[in-house]
C-alpha cells in the first residue's frame, strides 16, 4: 500500500482527521472497535498480544545487540563468520540449548534484512534467543563498555525502574 493521508484514512476507518491527529498526540485513545477499522483500512488486520515486560537485562541485551547489529551492517562477512564459529563451539559447550542454537543457525543462513531485526526484536522468543547469542566477542570490550554507560545513563534519564503492578482487592 502506497502513503496514506490522514483525510483518506478518517474517511476510509469512518472517522474525521482532527481525531487521527488526537490519537497521533495522545489526547484521546481508540476503542478497540476504531483499532479495527483503522487496521482493515489499512489492509491489516489487528492483534493484541500480552507479553511480560522487558527486565533490565533484556533492555540491556537489546542494547548490546543494536551495537552489534550496526557492526554487522558495516562489516557483515566478517561478523557472520565469527558468529559461525562461536555457534560451532557453542553447540560442543552447551547441548542443552540445541534449539536455540539450531535457530541461530537458520538465522545466520538469511539475508541480514531477516537477521537484522531479530537483534532488535523485544518479543519473548527474541529474548530467550539472544540469551545464547553467537554474537559474544564482535565487540570490543571498549566497545561493550560504552554501551553499558549509554544503557545505563538512559535507565537514569527515563527512569524505567519497573512499578509493581496494583491489584484491587
Do not use: C, N
Request: aromatic fraction near 6%; charge should be positive.
Amino acid at each position: 500500500m502506497g502513503a496514506v493521508t490522514q483525510a483518506h484514512l478518517a474517511r476510509a476507518a469512518g472517522t474525521s482527521q482532527p481525531t487521527l491527529v488526537a490519537y497521533e498526540r495522545g489526547q484521546k485513545s481508540p476503542t478497540w472497535r476504531t483499532i479495527e477499522r483503522l487496521a482493515h483500512a489499512l489492509g491489516f488486520e489487528p492483534h493484541l498480544v500480552f507479553v511480560p515486560p522487558l527486565t533490565r537485562e533484556d533492555r540491556r541485551s537489546l542494547a548490546l545487540h543494536a551495537a552489534i547489529g550496526e557492526r554487522l551492517q558495516a562489516e557483515p562477512d566478517a561478523v557472520l563468520a565469527r558468529a559461525s564459529e562461536a555457534l560451532a563451539r557453542m553447540r560442543v559447550l552447551h547441548p542443552g540449548a540445541e534449539a536455540l542454537l539450531d535457530e541461530w543457525r537458520v538465522l545466520l543462513r538469511r539475508p541480514l534484512p531477516a537477521l537484522l531485526p531479530v537483534l532488535r526484536d523485544p518479543s519473548p522468543w527474541a529474548r530467550e534467543l539472544r540469551q545464547v547469542t553467537p554474537f559474544a566477542g564482535v565487540l570490543t570490550a571498549g566497545e561493550r563498555a560504552r554501551v553499558y554507560r549509554a544503557f545505563a545513563d538512559e535507565e537514569r534519564r527515563v527512569g524505567t525502574t519497573p512499578r509493581p503492578v496494583e491489584r484491587s482487592t
